[in-house]
């Protein structure tokens, strides 16, 4: 798992490393990346012929049906026959659909490390979270960059242990939870240049880090912490000067250009 996550960071930092700050650059270019490189493999995946073919089938059933609706046993027939040419159609491009999974399922995690947080600036205050069991006390220690201002305060609801913290100073700074095991370290970086990859959380499991928070480590398995967080914001991207989410962004962007260079490569869709 750890080898998986680090390729999937490695990549994560290919795909922004040419754009330096500009995180709006950064996503348009991982979009259009991500774009091409999903429409080759849709390609490679599907049997182009026959999915053509089939698509072709699918589109005269559909003109048909909008032809023919006189009679009932007529219009029963012909959307008998668009349910069975949607279904080899769809049959055709499950391969390709199923094989996509993988890559976003490494990449949107990677994304949303790098595009989706920011680091904090200087003065700004976050809380940090600690779940563990009710009767377990802790404290939180953090480096000269960052001050522990207030708590804990204990979330019931949640089963967390809440700080609220402030930046002091630029750097990559730490935060250190002692809960009675072993000591365990977070990350809190301000006022940061580039785009890195920042964690928010450490999980339980690997799997759920490399899925949820890969720039992070998970817990050791013997912690009775289960999760370790800080509050970092949200990093504010605009397109013509309005607020966009970036997986909204990046899913248009990305269906934009396979759609677009889709009959440059002759790829059948």
């Not at 270019?29 to 089939?54: I, M, N, W």
């Not at 996509?100 to 979270?129: C, S």
């Not at 006022?191 to 499991?205: D, N, Y």
């Amino acid at each position: 798992m750890t080898r998986i996550g680090q390729a999937a960071s490695r990549l994560g930092d290919l795909l922004v490393a040419p754009f330096g700050d500009h995180a709006g650059w950064a996503l348009a270019g991982a979009s259009v990346g991500f774009g091409l490189a999903a429409l080759l493999l849709f390609k490679v995946a599907t049997p182009q012929r026959r999915l053509a073919r089939e698509r072709g089938q699918l589109v005269g059933r559909l003109y048909e049906a909008a032809l023919y609706q006189t009679s009932l046993p007529v219009i029963l027939r012909v959307q008998r026959g668009v349910l069975v040419a949607n279904l080899r159609y769809l049959a055709c491009a499950l391969p390709a659909v199923a094989a996509l999974v993988v890559p976003l399922v490494l990449v949107l995690p990677q994304l949303e490390a790098r595009l989706g947080r920011r680091p904090l600036a200087v003065g700004e205050a976050a809380l940090v979270a600690a779940a563990l069991p009710g009767e377990v006390r802790a404290t939180l220690t953090a480096d000269r960059g960052v001050a522990v201002e207030a708590g804990p305060v204990r979330d019931a609801a949640r089963g967390e242990l809440v700080w609220r913290v402030r930046a002091t100073a630029p750097g990559a700074h730490h935060l250190r939870l002692d809960a009675g095991g072993p000591a365990l370290d977070l990350a809190v970086p301000v006022a940061v240049a580039g785009l890195p990859a920042l964690t928010s959380a450490r999980q339980r499991t690997a799997l759920e880090q490399l899925l949820r928070d890969p720039a992070g480590t998970a817990l050791p398995a013997t912690s009775r912490v289960t999760r370790f967080a800080v509050a970092l914001p949200p990093r504010d991207l605009r397109f013509a000067g309005v607020a966009v989410p970036w997986l909204v962004a990046f899913t248009v962007l990305s269906l934009a250009a396979g759609l677009l260079l889709r009959r440059s490569l002759r790829v059948e869709i």
